[in-house]
C-alpha cells in the first residue's frame, strides 16, 4: 500500500509536539521544585548588624533594559491632607521600642520652620567641618552618573524608600535639610522605622499607610528649581524592615496614573542599579543607601546601641535648631552633598551655591 505522505507528516508533527509539550511540562515541575528546595536569593538590603534576602524573582524587572533620558511634563502628586482612617494620628505616649506616639501627626508651625529656615551658615560650619575632617560620624557618598529626569522643563530629585527602613528614617532628616535650600515644604508629618528595626523617630513625606502594604506617593514640597519625586513603600510597622517586589510597586505606582511617578519608577529599573533603600537620584548622581551613619551624639556600637532610638521628634528638631552637638552637626554636613549634587544639576543658580563649602565639595566630588 501506498504511503500517504501528507498523512505521516502530520502525524510525526503531532508527535513531535506531543514530546516537546511533555518535555516543557517536566522543566516547568522541576523549576518550581528547585525554586521551592534552593531558591534563587538576591541581596536587596544590608546594614551593618544584619543581611535581609528576597527572592531573585521579585527584581527580575531591573535586568537587562537600556537607559533612555526622560523629558516629560506632568503635574506632580499632592497627597491627601486629611489624616488616614486605617492609619490615624497616635495621640497616647508609648514606651521607646514599642511607640507610634504623633506617627503621621503634621510638624506645628515652628518645627517646620527648624526645617524650611535652616540658617545657611549651619550648612557652611557643617561643610567646612566636613572638609576638614572633624565631622564626628560617617558622611560620605560615592555616586553614580547617570542621565538627568527632566520634569516641567526641571531638574529631578528622585526618592524610593520604605518607612519600615532604619536607613531612610535617618536619612529623611538631612534630605528635608537639603531640599529646604531650593525650595519649602508647607507641611511635614512626623513618623518612626519599624519597631523592630530601631523605631527611630523620622520624617514623612506625607501622610503614611503605616498598617498595609502600599505605596504613598508625593509630597507638599514646591521648588523653582527643581521637582522632588517622593515614593514610599509602606509595611506595617509592628514589624521589620520590609519592601515589596519592584514589580509589585510598579503595578501601585502605575494604578496612580501619574506620568511622573510612573516614569520615574520605570527610570530606576532601566538603570539598573537598585540595591535596596534609601534609593536617591539627585541631579545626575544617584546615590544607593544613606549618605550619614548618624544615629545620634555618640557612635553606635550596636544595633541596638542606637541613642536615635531614644530621642522623640522634639528632641531631634531642637538639636537641628540648636546646632551645637554631634548629630546635627552631621545631618548638616550629609545635607550639604547633596546640596552640592543639586547645585551641580542646575548650574548653580541658587543662593545656596554660593557658599564657599558647597562650591569645595561640588569641586572636590566632581559632581
Same mark, same amino acid.
Given at each position: 500500500?501506498?504511503?500517504?505522505?501528507?498523512?505521516?507528516?502530520?502525524?510525526?508533527?503531532?508527535?513531535?509536539?506531543? $514530546?516537546?509539550?511533555?518535555?516543557?511540562?517536566?522543566?516547568? =515541575?522541576?523549576?518550581?521544585?528547585?525554586? $521551592?528546595?534552593?531558591?534563587?536569593?538576591?541581596?536587596? @538590603?544590608?546594614?551593618?548588624?544584619?543581611?535581609?534576602?528576597?527572592?531573585?524573582?521579585?527584581?527580575? +524587572?531591573?535586568?537587562?533594559?537600556?537607559?533612555?533620558?526622560?523629558?516629560?511634563?506632568?503635574?506632580?502628586?499632592?497627597?491627601?491632607? *486629611?489624616?488616614?482612617?486605617? %492609619?490615624?494620628?497616635?495621640?497616647?505616649?508609648?514606651?521607646?521600642?514599642?511607640?507610634?506616639?504623633?506617627?503621621?501627626?503634621?510638624?506645628?508651625?515652628?518645627?517646620?520652620?527648624?526645617?524650611?529656615? +535652616?540658617?545657611?551658615?549651619?550648612?557652611?560650619?557643617?561643610?567646612?567641618?566636613?572638609?576638614?575632617?572633624?565631622?564626628?560620624?560617617?558622611?560620605?557618598?560615592?555616586?553614580?552618573?547617570?542621565? /538627568?529626569?527632566?520634569?516641567?522643563?526641571?531638574?529631578?530629585?528622585?526618592?524610593?524608600?520604605?518607612?519600615?527602613? /532604619?536607613?531612610?528614617? *535617618?536619612?529623611?532628616?538631612?534630605?528635608?535639610? +537639603?531640599?529646604?535650600?531650593?525650595?519649602?515644604?508647607?507641611?511635614?508629618?512626623?513618623?518612626?522605622?519599624?519597631?523592630?528595626?530601631?523605631?527611630?523617630?523620622?520624617?514623612?513625606?506625607?501622610?503614611?499607610?503605616?498598617?498595609?502594604?502600599?505605596? %504613598?506617593?508625593?509630597?507638599?514640597?514646591?521648588?523653582? @528649581?527643581?521637582?522632588?519625586?517622593?515614593? *514610599?513603600? #509602606?509595611?506595617?510597622?509592628?514589624?521589620?524592615?520590609?519592601?515589596?517586589?519592584?514589580?509589585?510597586?510598579?503595578?501601585?505606582?502605575?494604578?496612580?496614573?501619574?506620568?511622573?511617578?510612573?516614569?520615574?519608577?520605570?527610570? /530606576?529599573?532601566?538603570?539598573?542599579?537598585?540595591?535596596?533603600?534609601? $534609593? #536617591? /537620584?539627585?541631579?545626575? %548622581?544617584?546615590?544607593?543607601?544613606?549618605?550619614?551613619?548618624?544615629?545620634?551624639?555618640?557612635?553606635?556600637?550596636?544595633?541596638?546601641?542606637?541613642?536615635?532610638?531614644?530621642?522623640?521628634?522634639?528632641?531631634?528638631?531642637?538639636?537641628?535648631?540648636?546646632?551645637? %552637638?554631634?548629630?546635627?552637626?552631621?545631618? @548638616?554636613? +550629609?545635607?550639604?552633598? $547633596?546640596?552640592?549634587?543639586?547645585?551641580?544639576? =542646575?548650574?548653580?543658580?541658587?543662593?545656596?551655591?554660593?557658599?564657599?563649602?558647597?562650591?569645595? =565639595?561640588?569641586?572636590?566630588?566632581?559632581?
Amino acid at each position: 500500500m501506498p504511503v500517504n505522505k501528507n498523512k505521516r507528516s502530520t502525524n510525526n508533527n503531532h508527535n513531535m509536539l506531543s $514530546y516537546l509539550s511533555l518535555i516543557l511540562s517536566i522543566a516547568a =515541575i522541576l523549576l518550581v521544585v528547585m525554586t $521551592y528546595i534552593h531558591p534563587n536569593q538576591q541581596i536587596i @538590603y544590608q546594614n551593618q548588624t544584619k543581611i535581609i534576602y528576597v527572592n531573585s524573582s521579585n527584581i527580575t +524587572a531591573l535586568k537587562g533594559v537600556n537607559v533612555t533620558p526622560f523629558n516629560i511634563t506632568s503635574p506632580l502628586i499632592k497627597p491627601a491632607q *486629611e489624616f488616614l482612617p486605617a %492609619d490615624p494620628v497616635v495621640t497616647a505616649n508609648q514606651s521607646f521600642g514599642s511607640r507610634l506616639t504623633d506617627i503621621n501627626q503634621p510638624l506645628n508651625t515652628t518645627e517646620l520652620s527648624i526645617i524650611n529656615n +535652616a540658617p545657611n551658615s549651619y550648612f557652611e560650619t557643617a561643610g567646612e567641618m566636613l572638609i576638614n575632617g572633624s565631622i564626628v560620624n560617617t558622611v560620605s557618598a560615592k555616586p553614580n552618573k547617570v542621565p /538627568i529626569f527632566m520634569l516641567n522643563g526641571k531638574p529631578s530629585v528622585i526618592y524610593l524608600g520604605s518607612i519600615t527602613c /532604619i536607613f531612610c528614617g *535617618e536619612n529623611r532628616w538631612a534630605m528635608a535639610l +537639603a531640599l529646604s535650600r531650593f525650595g519649602n515644604f508647607t507641611t511635614l508629618f512626623k513618623g518612626y522605622s519599624a519597631l523592630q528595626d530601631s523605631d527611630v523617630p523620622t520624617l514623612y513625606w506625607s501622610p503614611a499607610h503605616y498598617n498595609s502594604s502600599t505605596v %504613598d506617593l508625593g509630597s507638599f514640597y514646591t521648588s523653582n @528649581y527643581i521637582n522632588f519625586i517622593a515614593i *514610599e513603600d #509602606t509595611s506595617p510597622i509592628s514589624g521589620g524592615f520590609v519592601v515589596q517586589p519592584i514589580n509589585v510597586m510598579q503595578q501601585e505606582i502605575n494604578q496612580s496614573g501619574n506620568f511622573a511617578y510612573i516614569d520615574a519608577f520605570k527610570f /530606576i529599573e532601566q538603570l539598573n542599579n537598585f540595591q535596596g533603600t534609601p $534609593y #536617591t /537620584i539627585w541631579g545626575s %548622581d544617584q546615590i544607593g543607601g544613606a549618605d550619614a551613619i548618624d544615629f545620634g551624639n555618640s557612635t553606635p556600637t550596636s544595633s541596638t546601641n542606637l541613642p536615635l532610638a531614644s530621642m522623640t521628634h522634639a528632641q531631634v528638631l531642637n538639636q537641628l535648631a540648636n546646632f551645637n %552637638d554631634q548629630f546635627s552637626k552631621t545631618e @548638616y554636613a +550629609a545635607a550639604d552633598l $547633596y546640596v552640592a549634587m543639586i547645585c551641580s544639576a =542646575i548650574n548653580n543658580t541658587a543662593p545656596v551655591c554660593s557658599l564657599p563649602s558647597i562650591q569645595k =565639595i561640588e569641586i572636590t566630588n566632581k559632581y
